[in-house]
């Protein structure tokens, strides 16, 4: 995407220095069929191999499937490129490294080693994203402990998330520092359109967890009081036919 700009890079703010900056050389267009490519590629197998593992897998479970496999690929791999590369991320001219460039156009601190990000994203890397393919690999096996690692995955989505924009906004509100561009494009596309994802649909999961596990307790319950029951009447039976 060509852009005009005065300082030596596109990004807000516009005094951050970025040294060794290289503007992308490939189009955003051809970026974004690459990247959609190699994800439907790891999705498409990944669904795959869980419906030859277990048949009876249903469509709501691949969509679930779908879901932590996606995180997974994109925390350990797309961030986990970011952690690993992110001292020389704005010289580089690989896919993963132009995709961040063109992303950065709505959070610079992804250009400039911003200590938050980089605490942030090695706590993704190294926790949330392997969490993501265990949930994945109990939902394509039946496994209940799925339930368990959705909340706490859901959970630390939603927390990272809030996290994300309360701290762009707190150094907005009180220092008067943007790190995105004002276009609409990187602002509500690209920073809050791309990160959105990450509140509705770990929300929705969240919520479907608890009402699971809540229902296997309430059914335990039922099941204590009916055995409880049954445990009243037969000692009653049996007392009186002992008198």
Partial sequence: ?????????????????IPGYVPNVTPVTV??????????????????VARRWNPSLTFSDQL???????????????????????ETLPASQN????????????DSRYMTSDPFMLCVESITVLFWGPLCWAAAGCIATGNSLRYVL????????LYGV??????CYAEYRYL????????????????????????????????????????????????ERTLRIANIS????????SN
């Avoid at 499937?65 to 925390?75: D, K, N, Q, V, Y």
């Fill in 162 to 167: 809030a996290l994300y924009y309360s701290t």
């Fill in 95 to 106: 896919l993963f490294a132009q995709l961040w460039k063109e992303y950065a156009l709505s």
């Fill in 31 to 48: 970026l974004l069929a690459c990247f959609g490519t190699v994800l439907g590629v790891v999705l498409s197998v990944t669904v795959t």
């Fill in 64 to 86: 679930y499937l779908c879901w932590f496999a996606l995180c997974g690929f994109l925390h350990c791999f797309f961030e986990g490129y970011f952690i690993v590369n992110h």
């Fill in 234 to 241: 037969r000692h009653g039976k049996e007392s009186k036919k």
């Fill in 150 to 157: 959705q909340v706490i995955v859901c959970l630390a989505h």
């Fill in 176 to 223: 008067g520092v943007s790190h995105s561009r004002p276009e609409f494009l990187y602002y509500w596309v690209y920073y809050v359109g791309f990160n959105l994802p990450w509140v509705v649909v770990p929300a929705i999961i969240l919520l479907r967890s608890i009402q699971a596990i809540q229902g296997v307790f309430i059914a335990l319950g039922k099941m």
């Fill in 1 to 17: 995407m060509a852009q005009t700009f005065i300082f030596n890079h596109p990004y807000y703010p516009q005094e951050e220095s």
